[in-house]
Each structure stands twice: as C-alpha cells, then as structure tokens.
C-alpha cells in the first residue's frame, strides 16, 4: 500500500503564496502521474493541475498562471506552487497518484491538507 502524505496548507492573506507537498512512499514514484485536486464546502472535487510521468502539465482554467505544479522523483514528492491567491481558492486540496502495472490501474490518494484564502 503506498501512502501518500500532503503538507503546507495553511491560512493565508489574498494575494499571498502557499507551496504545497505531496510525498509518497513508493520505489516507483517516477511511473506515477500525479493530480492535485480540491473540494470547497458544498462543491464537487475539481481537478487543478496534474503532472505525468513524462513531466507534462495541465492546469485548470482557473488557475493558469498562478499555480505550478513540479515533481522531484529523487524525493518522491510533488509541489504546487500557489501565487496570487484569492478567497476562491479556499478548499481541501488533495494529492492522486495513478499508474498502470500489467495491465491493472493503481491509484492511491492522500487525506488532503485545508487551504484557507482570508483576509
């Protein structure tokens, strides 16, 4: 079972920075692509941007060119860099890593961390 663990949340000011990290306890870590998403109270879980094995990216609408997503396969660990920050960004963001292995999907989330937009 991998286990897959977010940190850096927290309450920042609009217009503020948060990075957030995603490390996960995998020797396969490299094969994985990787998604962070948020839910906000009363929303459906939206994607944010994502990164593939390939380090391609995608980014939501809503957040190009604020957000960045980066990956380090040496720390097993994802980053989203979060810039300009406004209320709406206000949610749990979570990390999803996925692979495919013989054939099978694996897919392993984390327990999410709070990201607090508030002045």
């Known amino acids: 079972q991998v286990q897959v663990v977010e940190s850096g949340g927290g309450l920042v000011q609009p217009g503020g920075s948060l990075r957030l990290s995603c490390a996960a306890s995998?020797?396969?870590?490299?094969?994985?692509?990787i998604g962070w998403y948020r839910q906000a109270p009363g929303k459906q879980r939206e994607l944010v941007a994502e990164?593939?094995?390939?380090?391609?990216?995608n980014y939501a609408d809503s957040v190009k060119g604020r957000f960045t997503i980066s990956r380090d396969n040496a720390k097993n660990t994802v980053y989203l860099q979060m810039r300009n920050l406004e209320p709406e960004d206000t949610a749990v963001y979570s990390c999803?890593?996925?692979?495919?292995?013989?054939?099978?999907?694996?897919?392993?989330w984390g327990q999410g961390t709070q990201v607090t937009v508030s002045s």
């Open positions: 999803h890593l996925q692979t495919l292995r013989f054939g099978y999907r694996l897919d392993y």
């Open positions: 995998t020797s396969r870590f490299n094969f994985y692509d």
């Open positions: 990164i593939t094995s390939g380090f391609n990216t």
